[in-house]
């Protein structure tokens, strides 16, 4: 009988799927590397071959997943007709849903980088990716007369560290607050910061 062997970039795309599903569910320091195997009903020696430590494993995780995020705001902000409709949908994108799985892993990973130099320099690079693709709208909404801000960066910066602590607010401190009245804030100071009415920003 022939033996049928999936691509091996099929075979790590499920191994860091499942790695990130992990994550989410149990966090990163419970994490080992016989969990992922189990999901995925193959051996530990499988998911070692192709990542060879556990902190490799995790750091290609982040990367998969931050960019699997990136590609999904892309295809969701792509046929958007102004910066205005872009920003207000990647705004209502970012913002932690009910169930916040994304949330969950950002704040999973910043935790864990508190002790892991490796991890916190895989983190630094991909929050710098998320503040990059904001940027880009900001400026475009600058050239276009959309929004007023003279540091277009800076103001992608302030934004995302508004963002991150309603966030860390909304999933770690589930009771602390409203989740319409935080979203009511976060829309009142990204509309500070770009010169715009709070209204303009809630989408339809």
């Known amino acids: 009988m022939t033996r049928h062997r999936k691509d091996a970039g099929l075979r790590r795309g499920e191994i860091l799927r499942a790695t990130v599903a992990q994550i ?16 995925l009903a193959v051996s ?6 192709h990542f060879r430590t556990k902190e490799a494993l995790i750091g290609e995780a982040f990367t998969w997943a ?19 409709a872009r920003l207000s949908t990647a705004l209502d994108w970012y913002a932690p849903t009910k169930g916040a799985k ?20 895989v983190g630094r690079e991909l929050d710098l990716r998320w503040k990059e693709a904001l940027t880009a709208i900001i400026q475009e909404g600058v050239a276009a007369g959309e929004f007023s801000a003279e540091d277009p960066r800076g103001a992608a910066w302030r934004i995302t560290a508004l963002l991150d602590g309603v966030a860390v607010q909304t999933v770690v401190h589930r009771e602390t607050r409203d989740r ?25």
């Open 44 to 49: 530990p020696a499988l998911v070692i071959y």
């Open 24 to 39: 989410e569910k149990r966090g990163i320091h419970p994490l080992r590397i016989s969990d992922v195997a189990r999901d």
């Open 66 to 84: 931050v960019q699997r995020d990136l590609d999904r705001l892309d295809k969701l902000t792509s046929d958007c007709p102004t910066a205005l």
């Open 180 to 204: 319409e009245q935080t979203a009511a804030w976060s829309r009142q100071i990204v509309a500070h910061e770009l010169g715009l009415r709070p209204a303009a920003l809630e989408g339809d």
């Open 102 to 121: 994304g949330w969950t892993l950002w704040i999973e990973g910043w935790a864990a980088a508190l002790r892991e130099p490796a991890l916190r320099t």
